[in-house]
Each structure stands twice: as C-alpha cells, then as structure tokens.
C-alpha cells in the first residue's frame, strides 16, 4: 500500500512514459473525497466505457453515480485525459480475494467471490478506454498501446509490477470490462517494465478474448440482475429488475398457460360445431 501520486507526479510519470496527455480544466480538485477516503493506494483498474463519445459522461457522471467516472479517459486516437484526482466512482465494490491478489502481485487472479467488501474507489487507479465493449468494436493499436504506457508509468511510478493492473471484471463478478484479455495487457505491461520509460516498440494490439471461463460468461450474462421485470409480473414494484435467466422460466410458464387456454378454446369450438353438423 502506497500513498497517492502527487497530481504532478502522476502527470510526469504518464509523460515519461510516452503518454499523450490532455488536462480538462478542474481535473486536480475534481474527485469525490468528501465522501470516502483515497489512499492507501494498491493497483490500477482498466476499464471500457461502454459507449462512444463519453469523455463528459467520464466528467460529469450520472444523477446516481456523479463524476468523475475514472482518473483518465483514453480516445480511440490515444489521448489520455486527466478527469479527475483523488477518489473516483470507478471501481465501486470488490471481492476480497481479489483485492488480495493484487496486493500481494500474485501471478493468477482469481474468479471474485459474490461478497465484496473492499473499497475500490479508496484503493484504484482508474482508465476508461473509449469502447463500446460489445467485442466487435476495436481497440486500435495506438489507443491499446496508450492503455498499456498508462498502467505501466503508474506501476514504475511506485515499483509495482505489472501484477498490480487488474481488470474490472476481475474485481467483481458484476462487470465484464475490459472487452480484452487482461493476461495479455499485463503481460504487455510487464515488457514495458523491462525497459525504460522511453522505450519505444512497435504498435501492440489487444487480445481480444475475454479472460472468462463458460461459467464466468454464464453469470456475466444471465444472472445479471439489469433487465427491467414485465410490469404485468405481482412482484414489478418490489422488484423491478429481473436476471435474464428469471425470464426464461417466466415465458415458458406463460407460454404454457396460454397454450393450455388456446387447446381448451379449440376443443370447445370444435365440440361446438360437431353438436351443429
């Protein structure tokens, strides 16, 4: 654990490292510290942002999550830019085992445990890349390449290894960014670490597997509580959002029932025109 990078101190490390850095007027006072604590500070968390054109929603946030959403916000062309220092509505919860992984730089990152109760806002660095995150839209080289120059200045700023850089998907079984394979960007990272800060290679592409196993697909998916519940369902005002593995069940009953309905109203009219033949 690790006191915070001054803003100054973050920013020339980002520099040394060949990042192409912007600053958005307010970025050192923007944060959400008077609702939490910063610090001690353990790793950084890679994230996709889930849409395009949202380097304001990184800024100003939502009316149920303010801004900011993250420290930096990286473009498709690469341009990092400085959001927000201190406490940031980024990482949320995350599960103990996780958290544990990246302190002790363990090699294996673990699948999270459903109970989170680790303050991930308190204890991240965070980068939104500009993704829809739906594996289709691509990672151009430039953009990848600036994600992994950012996570490795901040690791050689406090002489982490590149087994402090975690996923958002591997600190909460909730969320399933980034669309790339964390693997292959720490191992990305590592090779910079290798070198100097200024060390220049050829362009890098992400791995575009997910780093998820089927069961892991399974629950990212289908047992993710989002969907809006049918209205006509007796629980919709106590519970409004179902999993989408609640529907499943739900419309084959439905479909049961129905079906039931439409035999019974068949065999009536048919019994009907028998008794008028």
């Known amino acids: 654990m690790a006191p915070p990078l001054t803003a100054d101190a973050l920013l020339a ?3 040394a ?13 923007h944060n959400r510290n008077h609702k939490g604590p910063w610090g001690g500070m353990n790793g950084v968390v890679i994230h996709h942002t889930a849409g395009a054109n949202s380097l304001g929603l990184c800024w100003t946030g939502m009316a149920d999550l303010p801004g900011p959403l993250c420290h930096t916000h990286l473009s498709k062309a690469g341009l990092a830019t400085m959001v927000g220092y201190g406490r940031a509505n980024h990482a949320g919860t ?3 085992n ?3 992984a990246v302190v002790n730089e ?3 990152h673990p699948r999270p445990d459903n109970a989170e ?36 200045a901040i690791c050689r700023a406090h002489r982490w290894s590149a087994n402090s850089v975690i996923g958002h998907k591997e600190g909460t079984r909730r969320k399933i960014d980034p669309s790339f394979g964390m693997g292959q960007f720490r191992k990305d990272v590592h090779e910079r670490l290798e070198h100097s800060a200024s060390w220049n290679p050829g362009p890098t592409t ?14 990212a998916v289908w047992g993710r509580d989002a969907i809006p519940s049918p209205t006509s369902a007796a629980t919709h005002g106590t519970n409004p959002t ?20 439409v035999d019974a109203l068949t065999k009536k009219l048919d019994e009907k025109e028998a008794r008028t033949s």
């Open 13 to 15: 490390a980002l520099k």
């Open 17 to 29: 490292e060949g990042v192409r850095v912007a600053e958005h007027s307010g970025w050192r006072t």
């Open 94 to 96: 995350f599960a103990q």
């Open 98 to 100: 996780a958290h544990t």
């Open 106 to 108: 363990s090699a294996t």
């Open 117 to 152: 109760p680790v303050d991930g806002n308190a204890h991240y660095y965070g980068i939104e890349i500009e993704n829809l995150g739906n594996g289709h839209d691509p990672y151009p080289a430039v953009q990848y390449g600036a994600a992994v120059r950012w996570a490795a």
């Open 206 to 219: 992400p791995d575009e597997g997910l780093d998820m196993d089927a069961k892991a697909v399974h629950d």
């Open 242 to 261: 179902w999993k989408a593995a609640s529907y499943l069940p739900e419309i084959i009953d439905r479909l049961a029932t129905l079906t039931a309905k």
